[in-house]
């Protein structure tokens, strides 16, 4: 029975070595370390093998290419954004707009909701050449296949969350007489915020490949172009390193824009959803 007892209190004690401070930072930094070694490994094969940097550029070398190409790498940069997160909060207003629409009237949902589906399902590599034909303005062109990408996760999550409200709560509203209004705002928006936080984590990301793969289907190129084209442009030069550094730019995004949305679930989340609540044992 003893024996069992300490069984018991180890395999209780032992995850509580994962929440002491210095477990923590190892936690932090553990990513950290593996990514500077996968780095230092990268610098290695490429010195130790004398790989031609037009084959593959050494992660120094990159680093020293997008320094040295930052001026003209920031205006493409500062273009792929205005694309992305435009095409973003087109995809939040249409998408929890129209997932609040379904939620009142379902005959609205079951009519509408397979366009949406058909836009999801449908390649943007596909249809991309047909915007560019029809739309004359590039920038608007781009926009839209970027909106497209980002436009179903916001409203799938929503809907989902819309209807995820507890029943027992609905039949209360019903009970009290609560116009659909009130039954939206008090009881379907705060049971669809997390899910429709998750959305929008999904949307960001899809938002950027969007705003990317448009530009590369459309070949555009000139000074109101984004990180895409900059790619194009290296890669018919054969200034790989100049490629390698845009990418890293189109990486460093993503993660920008990833991290910023964990940050809004946090700030919305954080008080009240499992999903967020730290524990505080």
């Known amino acids: ?29 553990l990513p950290f370390v593996v990514f500077f070694i996968a780095l230092a490994a990268w610098e290695a094969v490429v010195r130790i093998n004398q790989i031609p940097h037009y084959i593959l550029p050494a992660p120094t070398l990159v680093a020293k290419t997008l320094w040295d190409n930052l001026g003209s790498l920031m205006g493409s940069w500062l273009f792929t954004m205005k ?10 207003v249409g998408g929890v707009a129209l997932a609040m629409l379904f939620a009142l009237n379902k005959w609205v949902e079951l009519t509408l909701f397979p366009f949406a589906i058909v836009l999801q399902v449908t390649p943007i590599v596909a249809i991309a050449p047909l915007i560019l034909i029809f739309i004359d303005s590039t920038t608007a ?6 909106w497209i990408v980002a436009f179903f996760p916001i409203l799938s999550n929503t809907v989902i969350g819309l209807r995820s409200a507890d029943h027992n709560l609905r039949d209360l509203f019903t009970l009290y007489r609560a116009s659909p209004w009130q039954t939206l705002r008090h009881l379907l928006v705060p049971s669809a915020m997390p899910y429709f936080i998750a959305g929008l984590k999904i949307a960001g990301g899809l938002s950027l490949i969007g705003a990317v793969v448009a530009e590369f289907t459309a070949g555009a190129a000139g000074k109101e172009t984004g990180l895409a084209s900059r790619i194009l442009e290296a890669s018919f030069r054969t200034e790989i390193p100049k490629m390698f550094a845009a990418l890293v730019l189109v990486s460093l995004t993503g993660i920008m824009i990833y991290l910023m949305f964990n940050l809004v679930s946090k700030l919305v989340l954080g008080s009240w959803h499992e999903s967020e609540v730290k524990s505080s044992r």
Do not use: E, H
Request: hydrophobic share 55%.
């Open 1 to 29: 029975m003893d024996n069992d007892n300490t069984i018991a209190t180890n395999n209780i004690a032992a995850p509580a070595t994962f929440q002491r401070p210095g477990g923590r930072f190892l936690q932090k930094i």
């Open 83 to 92: 694309i992305t997160f435009g095409a973003l909060l087109l995809a939040v």
């Open 141 to 146: 062109a781009l926009l839209l296949c970027a």
